[in-house]
Nanobody
């Protein structure tokens, strides 16, 4: 059974940093393209970042480019999202997702497995 478990969310002030983690089990992690998505109250889920199987390639939403960094460690079956210079508009539930395709898709429909999410709240 595939499980993706996020952790590391919390409440921070604008301008601060936070790192969220996603621990994967039940799948061959090194073969999965991983992504982070977020959903704010009353809004649709949106793409944040994706990383290739090896970690050599990544893709970011324009709204987080230059502030967020996605990384992974295949030996630890873990993917991280380092978030710097956080803004109130980054407040959302952040979820990780896994898919078997090689494309760094920005579409949630292309992902096969999802975690439950972790809440990130940025106060002004």
């Amino acid at each position: 059974q595939v499980q993706l478990v996020e952790s590391g969310g919390g409440l921070v002030q604008a301008g601060e940093s936070l790192r969220v983690s996603c621990a994967a089990s039940g799948l061959t992690f090194s073969l999965a393209t991983m992504g982070w998505f977020r959903q704010a109250p009353g809004k649709e889920r949106e793409f944040v970042a994706a990383i290739s199987r090896s970690g050599g390639s990544s893709n970011y939403a324009d709204s987080v480019k230059g502030r967020f960094t996605i990384s992974r460690d295949n030996a630890k079956n873990t993917v991280w999202l380092q978030m710097n210079s956080l803004k109130p508009e980054d407040t959302a539930v952040y979820s990780c997702a896994a898919q078997w395709r090689r494309l760094l898709s920005i579409y949630g429909k292309d992902y096969d497995y999802w975690g439950q999410g972790t809440q990130v709240t940025v106060s002004s």
